[in-house]
């Protein structure tokens, strides 16, 4: 957890506004954009920031279509390379229109089970967004969280964690 | 006779006083458990045959007494004296204690009793004694059926317990949690169900599907839980005695974090869609289905204060998972906790004074406990990953899961239930035939 310290100097900030702006969506937006910056600090071999960029987990659904995408910590904003695997998706169901999919939204161990549930489900949802965006109708696609109970790397460690917040995309047919 | 008994509180009531602390109290031991013997229950010949052979217990007394001596020193207030030191024969002592005898052995309070077969049912009286004034402080007898013996030393635990510290003890009772095995990239989960004191431990489902947080009704023998049936994570009802289970409304998308309305006629939980959580009840006698929060952020983990007027959450509304209190309808939404790192799982005492919740700060995962307006928060316990407080009854104690990291190859990984005094004294594991997570703790079952 090397960025939880940038994160609690987030929070301090935040509460310095919060007494200062009183104004809520502002707060949101400033974090936002913080915790951005923290992320795309380094890059190191695997992972850039803490975002999983390796393909050992890494399956496919035809060749050059990767099934799945990785998120930051705690976060569910899709990063460039991740919308670039969507849109191979997103071409891959277009030309194959009889396929449905169940996005499986995933969260690491480092969290309580039940916010988990939730987070892996606002992460599948992000990448169903951007794949109706590219012309996948909501009606192929459903939507199913597992929060943090199905990892594919059982380490204790930031690597492995990475490898584990990911959606991914699974044919229902 | 009065101010001795208030000598006696006031010895356990002390440690916990000296509390207050933000910090982590990690220093264990000052406590100085209440010295107190506990003479086998008596039982005459005739009945000791009868029971060996409805029960096959050779001397059902001694039982019942090991139980209530198990009980005594796990709450960590009592400490029950070696049975080899008494002098006096357990049914004598019954009728007529010797007193000097339990003094020079320093007990400073004696329980004894006897056990009965009167017909066809296991009778039992027992006397709680104070042994420096030399009076009695308890006697009570009653009767049930022999197969709940064991339930007999949990509910004399129970009233000695009351007697001596003034709050209600927490003995009879159960635990529902998730029992689990396998490698954890393929963990099998169950739904488990044993007492208190690890007796008695029943599975409730085959491990089919995957199940989760399942949480106790308050005034009756129903659980709810998230079920992964078919692969549609719902929240679903189940009556623990009848077997008989039903999805919990009819929602379209993924129900779960239930709990149950102190009254246990509502069931608390998240629904997510679009990715967004929100928190919802249902009225379980006329399935009315209520919307309770309204933002675009995650919502989840709500439990209700014990007088059914409010209700603290988890949200992640400010960037990050904080917890938060509201009106049972919704109104009032009021952060609470404003310390360094993440808050999460919070759980309102049924005491009703205190939230405990789960904390993640700097990689560390802490158990707490913050009044209900976020002041005086505690940290009780700190680990690698801990998770998800249960209050026992008379909110004394807490009952949460520990998981351990895993090693270079991702192997050891186990994950077992803990329990803490809200002191953050007598840290003990509560051992179940397999791994375990997810606990929740019953109401008393009797009174």
Known sequence: MKKSFIRNIDQGAIMKLNKILKNTLLIVFACFALSACATSKKTSGQMQGDVYTGTDTVEYLASGVPDRVFFATNESVLTTASRETLRKQAAYLRKNSKITIVLEGHADERGTREYNLALGERRANAAKDYLMTYGISSNRISVLSYGKERPVDSGSNPLAWSKNRRSVTVKAN | ?447
């Open chain 2, 1 to 447: 006779m009065r101010i001795l008994i208030k000598i006696i509180i006031f010895l356990i009531l002390i440690p916990s006083k000296s509390f207050g602390l933000i910090e982590v109290d990690i220093t264990r031991g000052n406590l100085d458990p209440l010295p107190i013997a506990v003479s086998p229950l008596s039982i005459d010949q005739n009945s000791r045959q009868n029971f060996e052979k409805i029960l096959k217990k050779e001397n059902i007394g001694d039982e019942i007494s090991k139980i209530i001596e198990v009980n005594l020193k796990t709450s960590g207030l009592f400490n029950p004296l070696n049975k080899d030191a008494f002098l006096q024969a357990p049914d004598i002592a019954n009728l007529k204690p010797r007193f000097e005898d339990w003094n020079l052995i320093k007990a400073q309070a004696l329980i004894t009793g006897k056990v009965s077969y009167v017909d066809e049912k296991l009778r039992v009286e027992f006397r709680l004694w104070d042994v420096l004034a030399g009076k009695e402080m308890v006697a009570l007898a009653f009767t049930t059926v022999p197969t709940n013996w064991r339930r007999v030393g949990h509910i004399i635990t129970d009233k000695v317990y009351q007697r001596l510290t003034g709050e209600k003890g927490y003995f009879d009772t159960r635990i529902i949690y998730v029992a689990e095995e396998g490698p954890k990239t393929k963990r099998i989960k169950k739904l488990a169900i044993m007492d208190q004191d690890g007796a008695n431990n029943k599975f409730l489902t085959l491990g089919n599907e995957l199940v989760l947080t399942p949480r106790f009704n308050p005034t009756s023998q129903m659980v709810t839980y998230l079920s992964y049936f078919r692969n549609l994570p719902r929240v679903y009802l189940l009556d623990i005695e009848t077997g008989t289970q039903e999805v919990v409304g009819d929602f379209p998308g993924m129900t779960f974090a239930p709990r149950f309305s102190p009254d246990g006629k509502k069931i608390i939980m998240s629904f997510a869609k679009d990715g967004n959580s929100e928190i919802y009840t249902m009225d379980l006698e006329n399935r009315i289905v209520e919307k309770i929060t309204n933002h675009p952020s995650i919502d989840t983990s709500p439990s209700f204060s014990p007088d059914g007027k409010f209700i603290c959450f988890n949200s992640d509304r400010s960037g990050y998972q904080q917890i938060y209190v509201m009106r049972s309808d919704g109104s009032k939404v009021k952060r609470i906790s404003f310390g360094k790192g993440l808050y999460g799982t919070p759980v309102w005492s049924p005491r009703g004074d205190l939230i405990a919740f789960t904390k993640l700060h700097k990689g560390k995962f802490y158990i707490g406990v913050m009044r209900t307006d976020g002041s005086g928060e505690r940290l009780l316990t700190e680990n690698f990953y801990q998770e998800a407080p249960s209050w026992s009854p008379n909110g004394r104690v807490l009952i949460f899961y520990r998981e351990t990291k895993t090693d270079d190859k991702g192997e050891g990984f186990s994950a077992k239930l803990w329990s803490i005094d809200l002191t953050g004294y007598n840290e003990r594991m509560v051992k179940t035939p397999t791994d375990a997570s997810d606990p929740s703790w019953s109401s008393l079952l009797s009174n």
